[in-house]
């Protein structure tokens, strides 16, 4: 019997590419797609649904009219927007969380999906390889919600028995819904740039390297953990979950590998100092040892991918980009 499955944030980047995804796995009547903002075509169409987390009434009502029993509760506000608005961010991802737990608790919903982040640490946790178990101090208001976000899960899956899985992204990279509001968004926008015009402006220093992945890979990650056996779902704050670690210069470099005439500067911003609290790599051993997370994209795999999509996306006539590194190729 497929899984009746809710997904919020639906229009966003991680959902939209999602639920494409679900749908093709569990059959389009068997995923209800939602969001707080939605087109009249989007609902005629039977896409979307309007529905906005922070009111709990309507979100026991999708759950209960539609007979949800899984939940991948994706709406929330990113890093950077999280910093121009901190009482939006922790509105939205708190009492946005709190109701589909508290909605989920009340309606026998079995497991729930939700997205922690790398933002969950701070500048004293170890640059490299930061492990499961660093401290988490982190100095944004998007990173103290993932913190606040994981520890409330914790609390819902022992005292209401909730069967809550997550995973703690890095910066994601993905072709169909753009980024809003992340610190790591450059890495989407320089794509884009490099095919339209050419040039990009980056808001980050050459030498930043973060930790990032795939669309793909983290789609994969979120319906593989979602599927797996609980006996192996060991915690139920978020797992690190890692693919590839690259400065914003190795990723320009690795562009013009493609599109030789691109020119990217640098112009640093506000989120410099967001990006600088965060590590530079992570350890995902125990992903990998509980539930055998993998990632199937490096860099070069990615930015061909990427460019080749975004290339037929944009009705651009580009040669075939061919991977100059075979997907699974680990690079950190
Ligand atoms: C952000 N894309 O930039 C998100 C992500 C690790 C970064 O959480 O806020």
Redesign the pocket.
Known sequence: MPPKIMVTGAAG?IGSELVTALRKKYGDRNILATDKAVTRSQVSAGVLEQLDVMHLSSVERAIRTHEIDTVYHLAAV?????EANPDLAWDVNMDGLKNILDASARHGVRRIFW?S???VFGPDAPKTRAPQDAALNPT?M?GVT?VAGELLCAYYSGRHGLDVRSV?????ISSEAK?G?????YAVEIFYSALQTGRYTCFLTEGTV??MMYMPDALRAAISLMEADPAKVRLHTGYNIAAMSFSAGELASEIKKHVPDFSVTYAPDS?QA?ADS?PKSIDDSAARRDWGWKESYDLPAMAADMLSKLGEKLGLKQKTFNASGGPGRRKR
């Open positions: 980047q990113l890093s950077a927007a999280g997205p982040s790398i933002g944004t998007y993932k703690r992204f890095p910066g994601l980024p509001g992340g610190t790591t968004d973060l930790p989120r967001i965060w």
